[in-house]
């Protein structure tokens, strides 16, 4: 086995292939762009190498600067994670030549079913069913526009390397293909370095479901069954689960034995994802990914095995430690994947420091798997992921309850997250009835996108008991310092000159103002809020953690102040409060109607407007990269161009304004 490993990648993939190779013994390397010098995956290995500054394709894209880290640092063999260079066949060879084992299958595999055009080939003569559409050579717009006629409309545009849903564009009308080509060649171009794309025809709300594979250089090949990833947004997976609910034992065996016999037809090692499309009865081949997948986690927890181990142990040239006799389905597992990003804003990524970071306990029926800590900053260069949750129980039922309740512990400020958005799906009745397919998120978006709900009796009662415990401790504090500390200016118990002992708090919640009157008690305090009269007292902890009794009720929350609000973080709900101050009233400034701002820090890729155009509602004005994905900005209103601040290749700051943009009166 090998001694010492390197990992090209970041994050929760390092992370993760490193918690395997710390326990089989194998010291770990970790490289590290200028924007993760700090980052949780370089203070968790053995030792790092930095490889570049921030963008990808200047560090964990640079195939020569990571296999130069891996051979100064004496590693025997490369692991690549999943994403990154993790299916670049070139970085492959490059590991062999330089004398390093690289942990994945052969260049040659990679290049026959890393394309997505290749593998397609594979697939026909080995008789899998083929989702209709055009996989040939000629990438010129006439051949792939004539290819999508001929294919019939709705078409997926899809990058032939890679995969995340990156270089990704559904077109419904022919006038469409010319932008849409365009747009997801430059998104797969920045993501892979591979701007080839096929043309599929789009099958509306299908399921996703993909089956695990191996295979080892003794000739063993075998699959780990099946996981449904049909619960996406933007064609990025959302939450996997396995087994695929209501899939039968006969469809589970011929979609096994295809899965098999296209690795074998290429000559694969290693492990592998052969993906399909199903509809009703029917299942087609999509594409194969030649590397270990996000939703491995599931996998693992239904089985019992470590896929990473599998991956050493077969790189190393031991056989696969069983065979498909010896494997069983046991019970059912679930994936929820956490990313920083506004799912009231079209998903859209979100950057900043990681202020608050809560996550429930790990143990036999609850896998953590993340690489980021409280205080990271998020930032736009890499995929905004930031952990998984992965829960297990004996049947699915049970294991829905339990992903319902791990989320409900899950607290983040800091960078919008989707963790409501996945509660809202695991709460979903749909879901639970195992409802699901790549329509999901679509179809029953406005029940899991609900209006913000004003804030309960309770969080109120909670941010005026933790805002009066965070005023007792600091009028402790002064006393202490004070050359007078029994003067009566320094008691706690609400007392004031010619005043009844009792206060006013006063808290903005979203547009309204929320008014609790606190009347002092030996004991602790009564809140006259909106729904009645509470009694209430408790401990605030340093760390925020607030241990609170409501009318005799115990309730556990925690408070962080977080750019001026208190914010009460309750199991399945957040709660931004900021409290007025009656002497002095913050006006809020307002962008005015003609400014078109950066949903985010970024990059900007195109311009398509000039000063004095006159453009139409909707009209795309401007497009920006960030994160690996790219983000229109559209007219608001019918108006005109009144100046355009930024061009092509220009950075820009989140709030930035980019066009001076009048509307017609």
């Given amino acids: 086995m090998f001694r010492k490993v390197l990992i090209a990648n970041r994050g929760e993939i390092a992370c993760r292939i490193m918690r395997t190779a710390r326990r089989m013994g194998i010291a770990t390397v970790a490289v590290y762009s200028d924007a993760d010098a700090e980052a949780a995956h370089v203070a968790q290995a053995d030792e790092a190498r930095r490889v570049g500054p921030a963008p990808a394709a200047e560090s964990y894209l640079n195939i020569e600067a990571i296999v130069a880290a891996a051979r100064g640092a004496g590693a025997q063999a490369v692991h690549p994670g999943y994403g990154f260079l993790a299916e670049n066949a070139d970085f492959a060879e490059a590991c062999i030549a330089a004398g390093l084992v690289f942990v994945g299958p052969p260049p040659a595999?990679?290049?026959?079913?890393?394309?997505?055009?290749?593998?397609?080939?594979?697939?026909?003569?080995?008789g899998v069913p083929l989702v209709p559409g055009y996989h040939g050579a000629a990438q010129d717009p006439e051949t792939l526009a004539q290819a999508a006629a001929g294919t019939g409309y709705p078409v997926l545009i899809k990058a032939s390397a890679g995969g995340g849903g990156k270089g990704m564009r559904v077109v419904e009308r022919p006038q469409d293909f010319a932008a849409a080509l365009e747009a997801a060649r430059r998104e797969a171009r920045a993501a892979f370095g591979d701007d080839r794309v096929i043309i599929e025809s789009y099958l509306e709300h299908p399921r996703h479901i993909e089956i695990q594979v191996f295979a080892d250089a003794h000739g063993n090949t075998l699959h780990l069954f099946e996981r449904d990833c049909s619960i996406q947004r933007r064609h990025q997976k959302v939450i996997e689960e396995a087994p695929a609910p209501g899939l039968r034992a006969a469809r589970r065996a011929e979609m096994g034995a295809a899965a098999v016999a296209a690795a074998k037809a290429s000559g694969y090692l290693g492990a592998g994802t052969v993906e399909f499309l199903c509809r009703g009865d029917d299942f087609y081949f999509m594409e194969m990914n030649t590397r270990l997948q996000v939703e491995h986690s599931v996998t693992e927890m239904i089985t019992g095995q470590?896929?990473?181990?599998?991956?050493?142990?077969?790189?190393?040239?031991?056989?696969?430690?069983?065979?498909?006799?010896?494997?069983?389905?046991?019970?059912?597992?679930?994936?929820?994947?956490?990313?920083?990003?506004?799912?009231a804003k079209d998903f859209l990524p979100s950057t900043g420091r990681l202020a608050h970071l809560r996550l429930p306990?790990?143990?036999?029926?609850?896998?953590?798997?993340?690489?980021?800590?409280?205080?990271?900053?998020?930032?736009?260069?890499?995929?905004?992921?930031?952990?998984?949750?992965?829960v297990w129980d004996r049947n699915r039922k049970a294991a829905v309850k339990r992903l319902r309740a791990a989320l409900g512990e899950v607290q983040i400020l800091g960078p919008?997250?989707?963790?409501?958005?996945?509660?809202?799906?695991?709460?979903?009745?749909?879901?639970?009835?195992?409802?699901?397919?790549?329509?999901?998120i679509a179809r029953h978006l406005a029940d899991l996108l609900p209006e913000a709900a004003p804030a309960s009796d309770e969080a109120l009662a909670l941010a005026s008991l933790a805002e009066l415990l965070h005023r007792r401790r600091d009028t402790e504090a002064r006393a202490r310092r004070s050359a007078d500390p029994h003067s009566p200016w320094?008691?706690?118990?609400?007392?004031?000159?010619?005043?009844?002992?009792?206060?006013?708090?006063?808290?903005?919640?979203?547009?309204?103002?929320?008014?609790?009157?606190?009347?002092?008690?030996?004991?602790?305090?009564?809140?006259?809020?909106?729904?009645?009269?509470?009694?209430?007292?408790g401990t605030l902890g340093p760390d925020g953690v607030l241990l609170a009794e409501l009318d005799g009720r115990r309730v556990t929350g925690s408070i962080v102040r977080h750019q001026g609000d208190?914010?009460?973080?309750?199991?399945?709900?957040?709660?931004?409060?900021?409290?007025?101050?009656?002497?002095?009233?913050?006006?809020?400034?307002?962008?005015?109607?003609?400014?078109l701002t950066a949903p985010m820090p970024g990059k900007v890729i195109q311009v398509h407007v000039s000063p004095g155009e006159e453009v139409e509602r909707g009209a795309p004005l401007m497009v920006i990269e960030a994160m690996k994905m790219e983000h229109a900005i559209s007219a608001p209103a019918d108006g005109k161009i009144a100046r355009v601040l930024y061009a092509a290749g220009d950075l820009v700051e989140e709030g930035a304004e980019l066009i001076a943009f009048e509307t017609e009166e």
């Fill in 109 to 126: 595999a990679i290049r026959a079913l890393g394309s997505k055009a290749s593998a397609k080939e594979i697939m026909a003569k080995a």
């Fill in 306 to 343: 470590d896929l990473v181990e599998w991956q050493f142990r077969v790189a190393a040239g031991q056989a696969l430690p069983c065979g498909q006799d010896d494997l069983a389905i046991r019970g059912h597992a679930i994936e929820a994947r956490i990313y920083a990003e506004d799912p």
């Fill in 361 to 390: 306990a790990e143990g036999p029926h609850l896998r953590i798997d993340i690489g980021v800590r409280e205080g990271d900053e998020v930032t736009v260069h890499y995929d905004p992921m930031l952990a998984k949750v992965t």
């Fill in 416 to 440: 919008a997250n989707n963790v409501a958005f996945l509660a809202a799906i695991a709460g979903h009745p749909a879901f639970g009835a195992g409802a699901v397919d790549t329509g999901f």
């Fill in 490 to 537: 320094h008691q706690t118990d609400g007392w004031r000159l010619n005043a009844e002992t009792q206060v006013r708090l006063s808290f903005r919640d979203g547009e309204r103002e929320v008014a609790v009157m606190v009347h002092y008690r030996p004991d602790g305090f009564a809140f006259d809020l909106p729904g009645g009269r509470a009694e209430a007292r």
């Fill in 566 to 595: 208190i914010v009460v973080l309750l199991p399945g709900g957040i709660h931004r409060l900021r409290l007025v101050d009656p002497l002095r009233a913050a006006a809020e400034e307002e962008a005015g109607p003609g400014r």
